[in-house]
């Protein structure tokens, strides 16, 4: 038994270790780390709450444009989301209130980026090559400005 004082001191340095390791830990790691998963889940609800949800989807806005809701929905528009072309509900209303004006994009290039004739488009979606449409269909300009308004109306745009 002569070795004993040293196995004796190996143990406790390796025990000292531990208790260390065990205190850091607890005092370290997060409250809620672990409880669903490898990470901090206290993190998920301080994100949303910090993010509140700007876009809301089309029905937000039939609330109070109702008429114009309505004329989408029977046009060629009917799956395009008014926010899409508008902006985020959360920008022009909050609470029932309105606390902005929303933006109105009238310019062509709205209407480019889903209907400019681009290679890997699918044949069947309606597309155009932009300055041989507004040429042939005799527009009183060329490609500018709100040059697509003049013949089409954006909420129900088949002609
Ligand atoms: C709480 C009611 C309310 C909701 C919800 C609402 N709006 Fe409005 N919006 C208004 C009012 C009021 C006006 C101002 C009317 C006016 O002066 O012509 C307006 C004006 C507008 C305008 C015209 C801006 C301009 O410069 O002429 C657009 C475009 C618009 N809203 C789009 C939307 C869209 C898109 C949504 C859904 C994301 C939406 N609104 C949701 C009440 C609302
Ligand atoms: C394809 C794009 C597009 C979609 C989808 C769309 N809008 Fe518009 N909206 C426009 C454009 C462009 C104008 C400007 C029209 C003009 O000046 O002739 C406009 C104008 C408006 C105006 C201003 C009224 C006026 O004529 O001055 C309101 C309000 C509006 N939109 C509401 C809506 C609502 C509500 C929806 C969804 C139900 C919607 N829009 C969907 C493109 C769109
Ligand atoms: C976010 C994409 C998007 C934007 C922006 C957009 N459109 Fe469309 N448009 C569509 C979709 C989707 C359809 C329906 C296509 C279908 O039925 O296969 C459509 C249909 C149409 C049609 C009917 C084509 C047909 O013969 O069936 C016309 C015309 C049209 N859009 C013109 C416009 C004009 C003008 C603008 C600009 C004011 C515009 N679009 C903006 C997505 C868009
Ligand atoms: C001077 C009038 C006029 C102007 C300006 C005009 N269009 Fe048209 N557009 C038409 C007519 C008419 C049709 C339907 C006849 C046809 O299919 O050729 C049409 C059809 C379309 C279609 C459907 C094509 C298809 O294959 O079904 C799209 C998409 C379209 N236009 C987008 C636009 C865009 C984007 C602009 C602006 C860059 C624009 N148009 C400007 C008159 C016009």
Known sequence: MEHARHVLRALSVLLLA????VLGRTALVP??????GPYRHDNVAEQA????PLHRGAVACAECHGERATAVSAGAHARVSCEVCHGPAG???SGGEVIAAMSVDRSFTLCARCHRRILGRPDKFPQVVLEQHVHEQGASSGLEGKVCLECHDPHSPRL
């Open 18 to 21: 531990l208790v260390v390791f």
């Open 91 to 93: 920008r022009h209303v």
């Open 49 to 52: 709450g910090a993010r509140p």
């Open 31 to 36: 409250k809620s780390y672990g409880l669903y």
